[in-house]
């Protein structure tokens, strides 16, 4: 769909859906480990990290790869993930950039939000998402796709972006479509 798609891959490591997490229960944010999946089929509010990368407008964005557990397929921001029980959200988010991606850039946090929205077969993602920022100079970048997370990603304008979701909204996971809605509450 994207012109500038890139499809360079590198399996770095297996997908493995029941890796623990941190969700947050409660006014008071007392937390406890959870599997991945359990925490996604019971609808348990949960930290997660939410990456955006940006060259001048355009921003980077991935194609979750086909054989995903929830929303294969669909493009999304540039990556996101659940930190590790006793991981810091910042190490998270660089973690993730360097699995699915092979990239190591300067994150920096914007914003933290609260969503729920259904993904598919009954499960729920109820996330408390830490956002972060990164620039880059230009879109030339040293890619290695984790082939069992991401399928392709592409530089993209915003508002064109934006446009394409409003008339073609399964190409995008919900929670991206749910960034686009809440867009000016990023504070990219």
Request: include cysteine.
């Amino acid at each position: 769909m994207y012109a500038e798609a890139a499809s360079v891959c590198d399996p770095l490591r297996p997908a493995v859906p029941d890796e623990p997490i941190i969700p947050a229960i409660g006014a008071d944010g007392t937390l406890f480990p959870i599997g991945k999946l359990k925490a996604h089929q019971d609808g348990t509010l949960h930290l997660a990290i939410s990456v955006f990368v940006f060259c001048g407008s355009r921003l980077l964005i991935q194609q979750r790869a086909a054989s995903k557990y929830h929303c294969g397929g669909q493009w999304a921001n540039t990556c996101c993930t659940h930190p590790h029980w006793n991981e810091s959200l910042d190490a998270s988010a660089a973690r993730r950039l360097q699995e699915e991606l092979g990239l190591n850039l300067t994150l920096v946090p914007t914003q933290v939000l609260d969503y729920r929205a259904a993904v598919s077969d009954g499960l729920i993602e109820h996330e408390r998402v830490q956002v972060y920022r990164a620039d880059v100079p230009q879109p030339d970048l040293p890619f290695r796709l984790d082939p069992d997370e991401v399928a392709a990603v592409a530089w993209v304008e915003v508002e064109a972006l934006k446009a394409d979701a409003r008339t073609n909204p399964d190409r995008y996971a919900p929670w991206f479509m749910i960034y686009l809605s809440r867009w000016d509450e990023l504070n990219l």
